[in-house]
T-cell receptor
């Protein structure tokens, strides 16, 4: 059974801090790993990572994948109160009828105080 | 449409009743997924449609849950004899085919189902 574990489960920081969120996975027929930000109900897409060692960046957010060690990290620099959210990691299974199915971790709750 | 639309946004129902949750995907998206998210957890896969057919329904928890997508566009998730444990946010996602490397899947805002 595919499995995704995120750590920490929750994190409280002050504005301006840098945070690193972790995601480890076990999945048959790995295709890609995705990061989502969830503020209310709808997760919003951040990154998709398919190849090891290639960093993806968007503003203050960046992410990288290690397919040998089966983990990914999401970094947020110079955090702002608007970064407060649940950050979800998910992996895509590329096999058979499960093609495209996302298996999510339990999420990391990030709280940024002014 | 511009995004994935889910209705209703909130639904309160009594234990034992039947409910239908609707998902209207982005126009032209052939892949459609249903997920269920309980409080404090990540979303859990329920069912995947490619066009009109359910390609993978392995996540449906039991036979009280059923989903259809008769014309390959709008999908309805149906829950019979609801139980309090069914209370959760039900999320729908769509994509053109498989997974887009640009934006992954697009999720709707979900339906929060509360069974009392």
């Amino acid at each position: 059974e595919d499995k995704v574990v995120q750590s920490p489960l929750s994190l409280v920081v002050h504005e301006g801090d840098t945070v690193t969120l972790n995601c480890s996975y076990e999945v048959t027929n790995f295709r890609s790993l995705l990061w989502y930000k969830q503020e209310k109900k709808a997760p919003t897409f951040l990154f998709m990572l398919t190849s090891s060692g290639i960093e993806k960046k968007s503003g203050r957010l960046s992410s990288i994948l290690d397919k040998k060690e089966l983990f990914s990290i999401l970094n947020i620099t110079a955090t702002q109160t608007g970064d407060s959210a649940v950050y979800l990691c998910a992996v895509i299974n590329a096999g058979g009828t499960s093609y495209g199915k996302l298996t999510f971790g339990q999420g990391t709750i990030l709280t940024v105080h002014p | 449409g511009a995004g994935v639309s889910q209705t209703p946004s909130n639904k309160v129902t009594e234990k034992g009743k039947y409910v239908e949750l609707r998902c209207d995907p982005i126009s032209g998206h052939t892949a459609l997924y249903w997920y269920r998210q309980s409080l404090g957890q990540g979303p859990e896969f329920l069912i995947y449609f490619q066009g009109t057919g359910a390609a993978d329904d392995s996540g449906l928890p039991n036979d009280r849950f059923f989903a259809v997508r008769p014309e390959g566009s709008v999908s309805t998730l149906k829950i019979q004899r609801t139980e309090r444990g069914d209370s959760a946010v039900y999320l729908c996602a769509s994509s053109p085919w498989g997974v887009s490397t640009i934006y992954g899947y697009t999720f709707g805002s979900g339906t929060r189902l509360t069974v009392v």
